[in-house]
């Protein structure tokens, strides 16, 4: 009887493998059962809508089955494993394959499976119900999908769940409440970016300390849901994500949210929250991402929010916050990103902004911020983004913005600032983007912005600066709009900037300008072959407009009005290019029904033909009511004496 007993033991022990991890491998087909066989042919059935599909799936077939448990299986994606003296499916991941197709309800037949994810695939259709007798799932990962309709309640029932990724698919409807009411394991709930309605479901609001124990991430972002934020998410002392940005969540933020300590990233912006922010948010010490914004907040930015100090992204703006920006702000040494552009915030600007040495956006726009701009910016030297613009700011500009190295867009317009453009501003070689519009600066514009090689939009406009314009723009390659109107400017306009060849508009209008430099036609553009808008209204211009203009395909409006040309030029050859030299021309072709040759002009000009057959009153012809050419949309030659 003992060695008919050892025999058996040798035959069985024939039939298993044991890895160098010490897994066991059942090498026979035959031990799987045949109900999680039949589920994985009709999981590649459902999913070969597409070559890579195919491709992917070809070696699942019956004559394959020997090797899904060899440790070098030909079934991609696929692994089991040996339990209670069988073996079973127990992985499916085949994230990002170009698999296409539907999910088959006899995925339900993998009792033991643990991991499915088919993540970021062309999967469309439902989610199974079935899924729900998977009781041993751990992961299900489906996301950046085409799945549609709803999450199934069943869902609720896998109580070993820990991650439930469902993101970046076309589901609708709620959140069932019996999705929580046995996931005590769940640490990651994932529904973002879905059509999801409704409110967060009850269970989590009432119960959720008892329901959700171990809950890491609540992702429920740029959905549909309404209602409240429950208070009861306070017992969720595990979490360290809740982004329900995106939705439509009115009602307070509830100052629960202050009780869990865990807590990296609060993400509540573009809602429709009300109130006042918590003061308890200070206590979240390992904050790292606070994002309220776009909400309709009220009241004054608590001051316990410097204790803040790993917050790298304080994101506030577009509410309805006043008073003071907290000095305390300036204890949180790791911000990177400080947002509270779109408020009614009043006072100074503090001092204190000048200790974040890891600034690198500073949103102040659109407030109501008096005083002078604190010189002490000029510390935070990996700022990229300051923007003060819409205030009522006074005082000089400070020449400590020249520190500021790395400086990328300087948003100052709409303020009350005088002074002088600083020459340092020259220094900031990094820059792209100069907005000091509507101010009450005077002085000249500094040479010294020629330095900014990166320099692409320079906006000066409704100030007092006077003088020339300078030279050495012409160096600032990159520029695309440039616009100086309304200033007391004079002289004439360096050819050098109109070579600029990426120069799109260039708005000149209401200064004193007489021209471009003496060496120059009037309008030498034959290089600003990206020029749409040339605005040069209300100078002082004089001269000839010279046929140049007829070489800019792409100008769409154009405005000399109020200025002093004199000289029209005639032409004896149209052009297919109706330009600013013939133009007037060619309206007199379709007046007259003439060309330039016919035999009744006798060797006339059209122009003086048409000026001899006129009254004295009509010897004008109105050029800005005429279309300058077939891309030109709008020109404007008034108040000039063009004959």
């Known amino acids: 009887m003992a060695i008919l007993l050892l025999v058996n033991f040798l035959l069985q022990l024939l039939c298993q493998v044991v890895d160098s991890s010490g897994t066991i491998w059942n090498t026979s087909a035959a031990a799987i059962p045949s109900a999680e066989l039949y589920a994985l042919l009709e999981l590649k059935a459902r999913l070969a809508n597409s070559a890579a599909s195919q491709t992917l799936l070809r070696a699942w077939n019956e004559s394959n089955l020997h090797s899904i448990c060899n440790n070098v299986s030909s079934w991609r994606g696929v692994t089991c494993s040996y339990v209670s003296g069988q073996s079973h499916i127990t992985t499916i991941s085949l994230p990002a394959s170009g698999l296409a197709g539907s999910l088959p309800p006899h995925l339900g037949n993998l009792t033991f499976?643990?991991?499915?994810?088919?993540?970021?695939?062309?999967?469309?259709?439902?989610?199974?119900?079935?899924?729900?007798?998977?009781?041993?799932?751990?992961?299900?990962?489906?996301?950046?999908?085409?799945?549609?309709?709803?999450?199934?309640?069943?869902?609720?029932?896998?109580?070993?769940?820990?991650?439930?990724?469902l993101c970046l698919n076309n589901l609708s409807g709620g959140i069932p409440p019996a999705l929580f009411t046995n996931s005590?394991?769940?640490?990651?709930?994932?529904?973002?970016?879905?059509?999801?309605?409704?409110?967060?479901?009850?269970?989590?609001?009432?119960?959720?300390?008892?329901?959700l124990p171990k809950l890491q991430k609540l992702l429920l972002w740029k959905n549909n849901l309404t209602g409240l934020i429950p208070r009861s998410l306070g017992n969720c002392t595990s979490l360290v994500s809740l982004q329900l940005h995106k939705n439509q969540l009115s009602g307070h933020i509830p100052d629960e949210i202050g009780l869990l300590g865990n807590l990296e990233n609060v993400l509540l912006g573009e809602n429709m929250l009300g109130g006042a922010i918590p003061a308890s948010l200070g206590m979240c010490k390992n904050l790292i991402q606070l994002g309220l914004h776009a909400n309709q907040l009220a009241g004054g930015i608590p001051k316990e929010l410097g204790n803040l100090t790993s917050l790298t992204s304080l994101l506030l703006w577009k509410n309805n916050l006043t008073g003071l920006i907290p000095r305390s702000l300036g204890k949180c040494t790791s911000l990177v990103s400080l947002e509270l552009n779109a408020n009614q915030l009043s006072g100074h600007i503090p001092d204190?902004?000048?200790?974040?040495?890891?600034?690198?956006?500073?949103?102040?726009?659109?407030?109501?911020?008096?005083?002078?701009?604190?010189?002490?910016?000029?510390?935070?030297?990996?700022?990229?983004?300051?923007?003060?613009h819409a205030n009522e700011l006074s005082g000089h500009i400070p020449d400590e913005i020249g520190f500021l190295g790395k400086l990328h867009s300087l948003f100052i317009g709409e303020n009350m600032l005088g002074g002088a453009v600083p020459a340092s501003l020259g220094n900031c070689t990094s820059i792209a983007e100069v907005d000091i519009q509507s101010n009450e600066l005077s002085g000249s514009i500094p040479m010294e912005l020629g330095q900014l090689a990166h320099l692409q939009g320079l906006r000066l406009w409704q100030n007092s600066l006077?003088?020339?314009?300078?030279?050495?723009?012409?160096?600032?390659?990159?520029?695309?709009?440039?616009?100086?109107?309304?200033?007391?400017?004079?002289?004439?306009?360096?050819?050098?900037?109109?070579?600029?060849?990426?120069?799109?508009?260039?708005?000149?209008?209401?200064?004193?300008?007489?021209?471009?430099?003496?060496?120059?036609?009037?309008?030498?553009?034959?290089n600003a072959t990206s020029l749409i808008e040339l605005t040069m209204d209300s100078n002082r211009i004089s001269g000839r407009i010279t046929p140049q203009l007829g070489q800019l395909e792409g100008l769409q409006l154009l405005d000399l009005k109020d200025n002093q040309l004199s000289e029209f030029a005639y032409a004896t050859k149209i052009t297919t290019k109706v330009d600013i030299y013939n133009?007037?021309?060619?309206?007199?072709?379709?007046?007259?029904?003439?060309?330039p040759t016919h035999e009744?002009?006798?060797?006339?000009?059209?122009?003086?033909?048409?000026?001899?057959?006129?009254?004295?009153s009509h010897n004008r012809v109105d050029l800005e009511r005429i279309v300058l050419a077939p891309f030109l949309q709008t020109s404007s030659l008034g108040t000039n004496n063009i004959e």
Not at 143 to 165: A, E, M, W
Not at 587 to 593: H, Y
Not at 600 to 611: N, P, R, Y
């Open 466 to 526: 006077n003088g020339i314009i300078p030279e050495s723009l012409g160096n600032c390659t990159k520029l695309i709009t440039v616009d100086l109107a309304h200033n007391q400017l004079g002289g004439f306009l360096p050819t050098k900037i109109m070579n600029l060849k990426n120069l799109q508009k260039l708005i000149l209008g209401q200064n004193r300008l007489l021209g471009f430099q003496a060496t120059s036609p009037l309008i030498s553009l034959s």
């Open 184 to 211: 005590t394991s769940l640490l990651t709930l994932s529904l973002c970016s879905n059509g999801l309605s409704g409110s967060i479901p009850p269970l989590i609001s009432s119960q959720a300390g008892h329901h």
């Open 600 to 616: 009744l002009l006798h060797g006339v000009s059209l122009h003086e033909w048409v000026k001899c057959k006129l009254l004295p």
């Open 352 to 388: 204190e902004i000048g200790f974040l040495g890891k600034l690198q956006n500073l949103l102040l726009g659109e407030n109501m911020l008096g005083g002078a701009i604190a010189a002490s910016l000029g510390m935070c030297k990996n700022l990229i983004q300051l923007d003060l």
């Open 583 to 595: 133009f007037g021309i060619v309206i007199l072709e379709m007046l007259t029904g003439m060309g």
């Open 113 to 165: 499976l643990s991991t499915l994810d088919l993540s970021s695939n062309l999967v469309t259709g439902g989610i199974p119900a079935e899924l729900s007798r998977c009781s041993s799932l751990q992961l299900l990962d489906l996301r950046n999908n085409s799945l549609s309709g709803g999450i199934p309640p069943s869902l609720g029932s896998l109580s070993t769940l820990q991650h439930l990724r």
